[in-house]
């Protein structure tokens, strides 16, 4: 079982920045690949990027390639989103989420989800 706990969400003005965490607990963290969804009102949730159980592995949505940046540290059993120059259109509920196994784009193959944290961008 693996429960996370997604933080690090606000309210920011165009072009600003924040960086959202997610902490997982339990000691299998290191064979979960990671993920992070996002889903704005009315839209149905989408993939925004993922990193293997090593780090050595990444990937994003082509709205978020050179903005957004994906990471973990192990020790911390933590995952962290650097979300820069960011856009009103990047307003969402913003949920990590762990896959046992390798990465993924599809929030289908996703074992278990944090609660959301929400991200809102002032124009």
């Known amino acids: 079982q693996v429960q996370l706990v997604e933080s690090g969400g606000g309210l920011v003005q165009a072009g600003g920045s924040l960086r959202l965490s997610c902490a997982a607990s339990?000691?299998?963290?290191?064979?979960?690949?990671m993920g992070w969804f996002r889903q704005a009102p009315g839209k149905e949730r989408e993939f925004v990027a993922t990193?293997?159980?090593?780090?050595?592995?990444?990937a994003y949505t082509d709205s978020v390639k050179g903005r957004f940046t994906i990471s973990r540290d192990s020790a911390k059993n933590t995952v962290y989103l650097q979300m820069n120059s960011l856009k009103p259109e990047d307003t969402a509920v913003y949920y990590c989420?762990?896959?046992?196994?390798?990465?993924?784009?599809?929030?289908?193959?996703?074992?278990?989800w944090g609660q959301g944290t929400q991200v809102t961008v002032s124009s």
């Open positions: 990193i293997s159980w090593s780090g050595s592995s990444t």
């Open positions: 989420a762990a896959r046992y196994g390798t990465n993924s784009y599809v929030d289908g193959r996703y074992d278990y």
């Open positions: 339990g000691r299998t963290f290191r064979s979960y690949a």
